[in-house]
């Protein structure tokens, strides 16, 4: 069987990966130079950058975790526990931030922990702004909840819909909320992320490579042309008995034809884009800091010297910020805008754009994507998968699921299990 993987993402690696393994003959197209999509990482004077923002690595699926350890032995890894904050008032609150109401000035804690408690009255909204609200309460939501995802989707939260972030996004219950402030403790330990694995060497970069290693990767090769034969495909005029997309489905009515309402849903997908700033910093053991405020561009601060010791030179510090969006100068202005003076950062070392960055789960996503997932659902050999290619905001693990999934349809029904 001749398999076409478009895109040396992780979703594309992993299914090549997985094909390759049960002797498929396996081409991956990448129009990048590099492989790894926008998990990768690159070395600027000497200090490991995930330009498309820190990866770091964690699953439920314990066979996502056997898989990605079989590739790249847990000794290659660091362990870390989680230590995320959130920049309120001056102050480094521990996230989640409901579970940390003790850190608080004590008036904001009163405000917050009332609301809580009296919060999810009523029927649940279907709009994110007003979810937040219903389900955190008014105090919380507005001192962390709306103002930082209003700079994180720059979308009106209005127009998002609430079933994604599910499994994405801390949701504790009120007597979680009670325990926390009786024991002082904001400790949750069932949440995603809780704890999470990063290559002790070469970033995120080091496990893609390893995926990567036996494949036959066409790089700086996009994708310019898809045409259907029968029974078969046409990629850049090759053939192929199957073809796996991992690209953003955006780019697909540019190199295929397809019927009109596909092409009307694929347009009415909504992402966002985000830039990232790797600059030097004092060394700290937060592993990223949440900045809600909007008085301050960056969403967030990504610590990659608190994932691995060995992220930056001379046991300093560093951390790429990000801002959504695009056109930023790169100069050291923009630090100032960007952060509290208090995270004292030095420089920016390094600055990448990434154009697909976040999907947004607006309320027409659901009806859109039924619509794409219907059409390239495999049945004539074409498959999308991925956080682009579903449209979906999945994290890599379950990216690498999804492969695993579709890698095991396709070699079903070639008959090669
Ligand atoms: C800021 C940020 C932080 C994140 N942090 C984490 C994290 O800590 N942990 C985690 O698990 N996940 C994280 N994620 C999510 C993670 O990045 C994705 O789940 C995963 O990398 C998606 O892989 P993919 O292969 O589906 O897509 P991509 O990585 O986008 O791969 C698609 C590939 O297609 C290629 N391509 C595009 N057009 C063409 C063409 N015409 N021809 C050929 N190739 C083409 C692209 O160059 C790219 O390599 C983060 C995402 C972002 C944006």
Not at 49 to 64: L, Q
Not at 225 to 243: A, C, F, K, P, Q
Request: glycine letters at 8%.
């Amino acid at each position: 069987m001749k398999a076409a993987v478009l895109g040396a993402g992780v979703s594309g690696l992993t299914i090549a990966r997985k094909l390759h393994d049960a002797n498929a003959d396996v081409t991956v197209y990448e129009t990048d130079a590099k492989a790894g999509g926008l998990a990768k990482s690159r070395v600027t004077d000497g200090y490991i950058y995930d330009p498309h923002g820190g990866h770091i690595f964690n699953s439920k699926d314990k066979s996502v975790t056997d898989w990605v350890f079989s590739i790249l032995p847990k000794e290659h890894w660091q362990y870390n526990i989680r230590n995320a904050k959130i920049f309120y008032k001056g102050k480094y609150i521990s996230y989640p931030f409901e579970l940390s109401l003790c850190e608080l000035p004590i008036d904001d804690a009163v405000d917050c922990a009332y609301d809580f408690i009296n919060a999810q009255c009523g029927d649940e909204p279907d709009n994110f702004a007003d979810w937040l609200v219903w389900n955190f309460g008014r105090s919380i939501a507005e001192a962390y909840m709306l103002p930082y995802n209003r700079k994180i989707w720059a979308y009106p939260l209005e127009e998002m819909g609430t079933t994604w972030m599910r499994g994405k996004m801390p949701l504790p219950k009120k007597k979680d909320i009670i325990r926390s402030l009786a024991l002082k403790d904001p400790t949750e330990r069932e949440m995603p992320h809780s704890v999470f694995y990063y290559p002790i060497e070469g970033g995120i970069q080091t496990m893609v490579d390893a995926i990567a290693k036996p494949l036959t990767i066409r790089l700086s090769e996009s994708v310019k042309s898809i045409e259907s034969l029968g029974e078969r495909w046409h990629v850049n005029g090759e053939m192929y008995d199957i073809v796996v997309s991992t690209i953003p489905l955006k780019i697909l009515p540019e190199v295929m034809r397809l019927p009109e309402q596909v092409v009307s849903a694929i347009n009415g997908l909504k992402y966002n884009s985000l830039t990232t700033f790797l600059t030097d910093c004092p060394p700290t053991n937060i592993s990223w800091l949440y900045i809600p405020s909007a008085r301050w561009r960056a969403h967030r601060m990504g610590y990659q010297s608190a994932l691995t010791p060995k992220a930056a030179p001379n046991g300093g510090g560093s951390g790429a910020f990000e801002i959504i969006g695009a056109g930023e100068k790169a100069d050291d202005t923009l630090i100032k805008q960007a952060l509290p003076k208090e995270l004292c950062v030095g420089h920016i070392i390094d600055t990448q754009f990434s154009e697909y960055a976040y999907v947004i789960h607006d309320k027409y996503h659901a009806k859109n994507v039924s619509v794409t997932r219907g059409y390239f659902d495999g049945s004539s050999g074409f498959y999308s998968i991925g956080r682009w290619g579903a449209w979906k905001y999945n994290n890599m693990d379950l990216c690498m699921a999804e492969a695993f999934d579709t890698a095991a349809r396709i070699l079903a029904h070639e008959g090669m299990v």
